[in-house]
């Protein structure tokens, strides 16, 4: 009975190694499968490449077989029709030596894509088999926008350790999570005028700096346990109201700074507050009217 037990479990066993192993398998392979078609031929132009202009502005180079290359902005690939044309340009190849619209260059098959160096003027161009891996080629991309999107979670928040860095979303009233402690800068990714109001629990410690900067949300709700308010915070924004409690201890340079003023926002502060003797200050850079709360 008792070779017949090991026999049985060395069997489970294996069956649930071969079980993990294909489900291993199957990630890599979701992975591998998760970027578009390559269309590249072993040392051949022919095909589609991606270049990364700046941030997150991708373009898209097209190669054809008749000698005929273009470039466009990806939005409008594929969009050709009758009232839409993409100008063509030729291009020949010799050795490693390529003439893109009379202009020589050198060219290079790589790891990534093809790398072009123009000989007048040592200007290069990188373009990459996969679009993700032109985007990733770019400082800027990684901290853009659309790379952010990439790690939002099934609610829209994108949280690093416990600081908020963006929340993509299209609701008209937020409140901060409760697993935050800092707002980063520039937090907001959506059509501003639809948001209303914006709580801000006490869990959160800090605002940091430009969190909100040039937006026109209405009403933001400071709630006490908020402590540090970061230089330009508020700045160049156009809101109705703003409630600071009597917990802010910090106020950073031009929080609430608006260069073309907003006369008719309120910001309301317990009387006796750090923020209450901030706006006392003429140097608050305020223009609006501060309301003390009793």
Partial sequence: MKKRSIKIILFTIGVMATLLTACGNADVNNKETAKEPSTRAANSVIGKWYNCVDGDWVDVWVFEEDNEYYSTHEDNYGKEDETFEIVRSAYSIEGNSIILDGREATIEYTDYGLYIKYVDDESERKLYEYRQDALESTDRYLTSDKYYETLKDENGYVIEGEVLIKYFTDDSEITV????????????????EHIDKITIPGNVKKIGMSAFNETSIRSFVLEEGVEEIGDYAFADSYWDEIYIPASVKVIGEFAFDCSEGNSEGKIYVKKGSYADKYFSDESSQYSGKVIVLD
């Fill in 177 to 192: 999570p409760q697993n935050v402690t800092e707002i980063g800068s520039s937090l907001i990714v959506t059509n501003l």
